[in-house]
């Protein structure tokens, strides 16, 4: 079945650090693929998608490349913040019929000032 | 912006009581998603309607678990009797088509004791 891998966490770096937050996925066809991010006590927010290959979502400074090739959706920002600490889960839904999401465990990321 | 809404946020009740969660998913979304979060479990997805029609409630255990959608603006999960495993956090999701973003509540935060 569809599968989603993010690297483990928690992932602690400095305000202004560069971040890379790994994310692999197995599936059939072409799914589209999802960034969320959930802060504390609140919901899951979407932050960016790419629904095909080499498709580029980007949000808030945040950057991922759907890489077909290697089956990849990591996420990228070049400068975080202390505001940017929270869980982001990389997720995968299939373009056709309609099924449920599949998400990856989640990496907590914490930004210290 | 639209939003999904969930009610109650906290719910706090004793072991072997009814407790139900409402759900309001966006105007025009026709999917509806439970979800519950746990930090042993991660996300688990428990049900899914598309157009009030339950379409996949195998992540939910039957004995206790029900959830309906009685009309196009809302959605209940309940749970008879509760048990103490049963604390968590509910989230509500609700979306359009496939390979479109799923979008969340704030969830309940329900207590069990």
């Known amino acids: 079945g569809d599968s989603v891998t993010q690297m483990e966490g928690p992932v602690t770096l400095s305000e202004e650090a560069f971040l890379t937050i790994n994310c692999t996925y197995t599936a059939t066809g072409y799914p589209s693929l999802f960034w969320y991010v959930q802060y504390p006590g609140e919901g899951l927010q979407l932050l960016l998608k790419a629904t095909k290959a080499d498709d580029k979502g980007s949000n808030k400074g945040f950057e991922a490349t759907y890489r077909k090739e290697t089956t990849s959706f990591h996420l990228e920002k070049g400068s975080v913040q202390v505001s940017d600490s929270a869980v982001y889960f990389c997720?995968?839904?299939?373009?056709?019929?309609?099924?449920?999401?599949?998400f990856g465990t989640g990496t907590r990321l914490l930004v210290s000032p | 912006d639209a939003r999904v809404t969930q009610t109650p946020r906290h719910k706090v009740t004793e072991m072997g009581q009814e407790v139900t969660m409402r759900c309001q998913p966006i105007l025009g979304h026709n999917t509806v998603f439970w979800y519950r979060q746990t930090m042993m479990q991660g996300l688990e997805l428990l049900a899914y309607f598309r157009n009030r029609a339950p379409l996949d409630d195998s992540g939910m255990p039957k004995d206790r678990f029900s959830a309906e959608m009685p009309d196009a603006t809302l959605a209940t999960l309940k749970i008879q009797p509760s048990e103490p495993r049963d604390s968590a956090v509910y989230f509500c999701a609700s979306g359009l088509v496939s390979g479109q973003p799923q979008h969340f509540g704030d969830g309940t935060r329900l207590s069990i004791l």
């Open positions: 997720a995968l839904t299939p373009n056709t019929g309609f099924q449920k999401l599949v």
